[in-house]
T-cell receptor
């Protein structure tokens, strides 16, 4: 049982490049979400999904897109990377009224 | 909008000292409350959670938290900390009837001196 799997673990991008952070869960959780973690800021919600085909914006959605075509996968797309998007990104999944399970994170640097 | 406040940004204790980390939330309705721990270089792990029932919740590794509804608080405690408790601790809340979004506090960095 892998839980929540994120790839890649590390990534360096040049300003303006695009990329997709992958997230997959094998627990059949209906809810999935993406967070960014910055020093002194805690975790801030980027986008979330309450089921396949349904997504919504969180606290800091600008510059990111998501889609949820299957229950298992919830990729996060950076459309045109900016230095302000340098951060650690965490994907999470959960079932209603259960605690969240987090992936191991992706450390992204935009130069 | 909901928010979560963690009063201490950085706490330094000696081994065997008692720990209490403060957490307050701003939401008047039913809430679900969580404490997560992040060890250096790792992802977040659930320490304990409160949904309903006994307001004193026991979690893993000897941690406990008490939900005080009148104070909108959910403080984390441990009677005797260990060096291995060095980590960052996050309090979090979801609305009781819709936990599609979890809101985190900014975290408390705990450093235990051996």
């Amino acid at each position: 049982n892998a839980g929540v799997t994120q790839t890649p673990k590390f990534q360096v991008l040049k300003t303006g490049q695009s990329m997709t952070l992958q997230c997959a869960q094998d627990m059949n959780h209906e809810y999935m979400s993406w967070y960014r973690q910055d020093p002194g800021m805690g975790l801030r919600l980027i986008h979330y999904s309450v089921g396949a085909g349904i997504t919504d914006q969180g606290e800091v959605p600008n510059g990111y897109n998501v889609s949820r075509s299957t229950t298992e996968d919830f990729p996060l797309r950076l459309l045109s990377a900016a230095p302000s998007q340098t951060s650690v990104y965490f994907c999470a999944s959960h079932r209603q009224n259960y605690g969240y399970t987090f992936g191991s994170g992706t450390r992204l640097t935009v130069v | 909008a909901q928010s979560v406040s963690q009063h201490n940004h950085h706490v330094i204790l000696s081994e065997a000292a008692s720990l209490e980390l403060g957490c307050n939330y701003s939401y008047g309705g039913t809430v679900n409350l969580f404490w997560y721990v992040q060890y250096p270089g790792q992802h977040l792990q659930l320490l304990l959670k409160y949904f309903s029932g006994d307001p004193l919740v026991k979690g893993i590794k000897g941690f406990e938290a008490e939900f005080i509804k009148s104070k909108f608080s959910f403080n984390l405690r441990k009677p005797s900390v260990q060096w291995s408790d060095t980590a960052e601790y996050f309090c979090a809340v979801t609305q009781g009837n819709r936990d599609d979004k979890i809101i985190f506090g900014k975290g408390t960095r705990l450093h235990i001196l051996p």
